[in-house]
């Protein structure tokens, strides 16, 4: 993968990196700044990505979610340079790994409606598709968790994410929430019935 201005990563050591920067305040949310919230039990971790052909920009995007459906963090991270959707949707789940962990959760159920991603993360095999780099990074940062479950979702279940994806394809620099989120985003979360389903 190469890597332009502000872009996306040309190694994953340096994606991880540039995932655990430091945000400031801006719009008037809360935005993420370090501060790790207690530890639960299990929460949900859904991502997805906005994608847009012509100028190649990314919208990494996740929502962190308890039991009851509140929402404890949730995340929007723009890049540029990125290839195509399948590479656009395959970068967001070490995205939302990464956010998860520098929240401070270490045992999640992550869902994502990419169903090729989560079977190759979940197989056994040896791949060699395009994102075998990526795969294995995945694989090794589940290893830093206590507990993580991959689940594929279709697309409606994964609307929170999806509306976050969409609305930060209209954004230009990074945005973090902790126990916040964009109004329209904790609308749908609110209306959401599938909450903390058993991995």
Not at 23 to 37: V, W
Not at 42 to 64: E, F, R, T
Not at 69 to 80: A, E
Request: proline fraction near 6%; charged fraction near 20%.
């Amino acid at each position: 993968m190469s890597r332009g201005p502000g872009g996306i990563f040309t190694s994953l050591s340096a994606l991880k990196h540039n995932m655990s920067v430091e945000k400031q305040p801006e719009h008037g949310y809360t935005r993420f700044s370090g501060a790790c919230l207690p530890l639960d039990p299990l929460v949900k971790l859904n991502v997805d990505a906005g994608y847009l052909q012509n100028s190649k920009k990314v919208s990494l995007d996740c929502v962190i979610k308890d039991h009851n459906g509140q929402v404890l963090g949730t995340s929007c991270r723009i890049t540029y340079s990125v290839q195509s959707i399948f590479a656009a949707e395959a970068i967001a789940f070490p995205h939302g790994l990464q956010f998860a962990q520098d929240m401070g959760f270490s045992c999640f159920i992550i869902e994502g409606d990419a169903r090729t991603i989560v079977r190759r993360v979940q197989s056994t095999e040896s791949n060699l598709s395009d994102i075998r780099s990526l795969v294995i990074y995945i694989k090794e940062k589940n290893e830093e968790f206590r507990e993580c479950h991959f689940h594929f979702i279709p697309r409606h279940a994964n609307q929170v994410a999806h509306a976050l994806a969409s609305k930060g394809l209209r954004e230009s620099t990074d945005l973090f929430w902790v126990k916040d989120a964009p109004p329209s985003i904790l609308s749908l979360a609110a209306a959401d019935p599938r909450h903390l389903e058993p991995p």
